[in-house]
């Protein structure tokens, strides 16, 4: 099983990005998906989370109304849209698996992590 996400880079203040998360190995269309992130020295946290048919999604505070994610199941596929791009958004993110239909914001309810990419935002 393995989840590549892909999108990340470097962005000024105010731009957008926007990550994509395939999985590949198993379906996951039974499972909810998210989002997690790590700052520099910053412990891990959830980003945004996605129900396992796309009808229920939930943002951090930190990220809501700045950023999306959506999913596509025919493809095995999630997103993060990311715009009002912040310098505390810099850090590595991570796509996740949950091990149930909805995802959790913790990271004990992940069944499966992807490799990171790597975001940075300048002032």
């Known amino acids: 099983v393995q989840l590549q996400a892909s999108g990340g880079g470097l962005v000024q203040a105010g731009g957008s990005l926007r990550l994509s998360c395939a999985a590949s190995?198993?379906?996951?269309?039974?499972?909810?998906m998210g989002w997690f992130r790590q700052g520099p020295e910053k412990e891990r946290e959830f980003v945004a989370g996605?129900?396992?048919?796309?009808?229920?999604?939930n943002h951090a505070d930190s990220v809501k109304g700045r950023f999306t994610i959506s999913r596509d199941r025919s493809k095995n596929t999630i997103y993060l849209q990311m715009t009002m791009l912040k310098p505390e958004d810099t850090a590595t993110y991570y796509c996740?698996?949950?091990?149930?239909?909805?995802?959790?914001?913790?990271?004990?309810?992940?069944?499966?992590w992807g490799q990171g990419t790597q975001v940075t935002v300048s002032s």
């Open positions: 190995g198993r379906r996951f269309s039974n499972n909810g």
């Open positions: 996740a698996a949950a091990r149930r239909a909805y995802m959790g914001t913790a990271a004990e309810d992940v069944a499966y």
């Open positions: 996605i129900g396992w048919n796309g009808d229920y999604a």
